[in-house]
DNA sequence: TCGAAGATTGTCT
DNA sequence: GACAATCTTCGAG
C-alpha cells in the first residue's frame, strides 16, 4: 500500500519532454541532470517507463571506450547526429543498449542509460521479462531495460522528442544524493568517473 | 554470496 | 575472424 502512494506520487511529478536544448550541453552535465528524469517508451502493447537512476557518459572520439573511437562508420552514425535523438545498438549477439546523443552537431558523444526505477507499464515489463523475476531485476543494467521497455533496432535514430520513445522531466535529484563513479564493463578507460547514479537506490546495477 | 564461463550476432579489420 | 558499453546459469565455498 505505502508502495504503491509512493508510486502514484512519483507518476504525478512526470511533466514535459525534455527539449533539444537540454542535449546539447556538456555529455558530463546531461548525464548529471538525467538521473530522475523518465524515460518512456510507447509500443503496440502498451506504455512503459521508468525514472533513470543510473547514466554513463561517452565523451567523443579521444574517449577510448565510446564507439565514436573507431570513426564515423555505419554503426556510430547516429552519434553524429542531432542532440536528443537516440543510439541504441546490438551487443553481445542478444541485447540492446540505449544512449541519449549530446552537444552539438559533429561532436560525437552520448550518455548511456544504465539502470531505471519502473514507474508505470510495471506488468508490461514482467511480462516481457518474465514472471518470475523481482521489481528490482526488471530494469537494473542497460540490457534488461531494453528487455523491458521494448527498446529495439526500430529506435535507433529516432528522435526523443517525438517519440515512440522519448525522456521526460521527473522529480529533481540533489547534489547529496548523486555518486559519481567509474564505468562498468569496459576494458578502455574503465577508471575515467564518467558514471552517475541516485545515492541508496535499489535500482543501480552496481555500487 | 561470489566468480567463471557460455550464449550469440552485428560490426569492423 | 575477433571482439563487444551484458546477462544468466552453474558450481564452489
Redesign the pocket.
Known amino acids: 500500500m505505502k508502495e504503491n502512494a509512493a508510486l502514484t506520487a512519483r507518476r504525478s511529478r512526470i511533466g514535459k519532454v525534455l527539449p533539444a536544448t537540454f542535449y546539447d550541453r556538456d555529455t558530463e552535465h546531461v548525464s548529471r541532470e538525467l538521473l530522475g528524469c523518465v524515460l518512456e517508451c510507447t509500443t503496440a502493447e502498451g506504455k512503459a517507463s521508468g525514472i533513470i537512476v543510473e547514466t ?1 557518459a ?1 565523451i567523443g572520439e579521444h574517449d577510448p ?4 573511437a ?2 564515423r ?4 552514425a547516429p ?1 553524429y547526429g542531432r542532440p536528443g535523438i537516440a ?1 541504441v ?7 540492446w ?1 540505449v ?1 541519449a546523443v549530446t552537444r552539438a552537431e559533429g561532436l560525437p558523444s ?1 550518455v ?1 542509460i ?1 539502470a531505471l526505477e519502473p514507474v508505470t507499464g510495471i506488468e508490461l515489463m514482467r511480462a516481457r ?2 514472471p518470475a ?1 523481482s521489481d528490482r ?1 526488471l530494469t ?6 531494453c ?1 523491458a521497455l521494448g527498446i529495439g ?1 526500430e529506435h535507433n535514430g529516432t528522435s526523443l522528442l517525438r517519440g515512440p520513445l522519448v525522456i521526460r522531466e521527473g522529480e529533481r535529484v540533489g547534489g547529496r544524493d548523486v555518486v559519481v563513479a567509474s ?6 578507460a574503465a577508471d575515467w568517473p564518467l558514471r552517475w547514479y541516485i545515492r541508496n537506490n535499489d535500482f543501480v ?1 552496481r555500487r
Open positions: 554513463e561517452y571506450a565510446c564507439h565514436a573507431a570513426g562508420t555505419g554503426r556510430t552519434l543510439y545498438y546490438f551487443i553481445y549477439g542478444m541485447y543498449c544512449n552520448a548511456l544504465r521479462r518474465g523475476r531485476e537494473n543494467g542497460p540490457g534488461k531495460l528487455i533496432r564505468r562498468i564493463g569496459i576494458k578502455k546495477s
